[in-house]
């Protein structure tokens, strides 16, 4: 319900900028729809470059380079982690207890609302998390969307963030199920050809870390301990899953016409499948 709510990422911008440099300054927020149709906000500018699993080869960073942004990634998240969201205002935004439960009950239930096929691993995996809820970790600011192509790099330093982006899912809950969204995304070259193929992350490019290596870099940095890290990685597979199944939901219905979109069902099958295999062996990379 809170996302694409721009009053509210607007609120948040105003919020942390202040304190926390890696954030565009946000400028000015409009709720007459009558300028735009929509309510809207402007913020500043950020030059940089964003990587994308779509850049051509040649514009990649070699593999040392990528190591070393892979290190800035994790030390930002741990940075967004350890903000102190009461003093930059946020202290009544988001409810964290009770957190884990209400994502893994709420994406359940967006996945049942956009089913269109039988994916029996998926529906396996929905029942697995709901029986293996952690317990809860320490609240934080979270993003809820943390990955490459949501930070704005400094072009003459790639280690450097200059901005995180896209904070419209952003709220105040458990930071462990944050790492487990950026999990979700995290594909790397040891994995099979169809989930490379889906291009959801440069985190393939040579240079970046396994997800367990990943794991360790986070609770190392950060003192959280996620474990094996198997909950929130099936997590974050099961909640890209159903952000995939709801935008084909919409192709089917002829809501949108984008033929892209025709063959998504099979990268939700895949999917189902990555998440049960980690279930089954009690691991995160392949």
């Keep these: 319900k809170t996302a694409h709510d721009m009053g509210r990422e607007y609120r948040i ?22 300028v735009l149709g929509a309510p809207f906000y402007l913020m500043e500018r950020v030059p940089g470059v964003i990587l994308r699993a779509t850049l051509p080869e040649a514009a990649r960073p070699d593999a040392a380079t990528m190591a070393r942004v892979a290190d800035a990634f994790v030390d930002t998240l741990v940075e967004l ?5 009461r003093a930059a205002g946020l202290g009544d935004w988001g409810r964290p207890q009770g957190y884990v439960q209400r994502q893994i009950e709420g994406w359940t239930k967006r996945y049942r609302a956009a089913r269109t096929d039988d994916i029996a691993e998926l529906e396996r995996a929905a029942r697995w998390l709901a029986d293996h ?29 200059r901005a995180v982006l896209d904070w419209e899912m952003a709220t105040i809950g458990d930071p462990l199920m944050d790492l487990g969204t950026t999990l979700g995304y995290w594909v790397t070259a040891s994995d099979p050809d169809w989930l490379q193929g889906l291009a959801l992350n440069p985190s393939i490019w040579p240079g970046n870390p396994s997800r367990e290596a990943l794991v360790q870099a986070y609770a190392t940095r950060s003192g959280r301990d996620p474990g094996n890290a198997v909950f929130y990685y099936v997590y974050g597979v099961f909640k890209v899953a159903v952000i995939a199944q709801q935008i084909y939901k919409r192709y089917v219905e002829g809501k949108t016409s984008d033929p892209r979109f025709a063959g998504l069902i099979h990268a939700v099958r895949g999917l189902g499948i990555a998440a049960m295999r980690a279930i089954q062996t009690g691991r995160i990379d392949a």
Aim: hydrophobic fraction near 35%.
């Design 13 to 34: 911008l105003e919020a942390l900028h202040p304190v926390w440099g890696r954030v565009p300054r946000p400028v000015w927020y409009c709720d007459d729809e009558t």
């Design 81 to 85: 982690h350890g903000l102190d969201y």
């Design 133 to 161: 809820l952690p317990p809860e970790a320490d609240a934080t600011l979270i993003h809820n969307d943390y990955k490459y192509d949501n930070l704005v790099l400094d072009p003459d330093d790639l280690t450097r963030v």
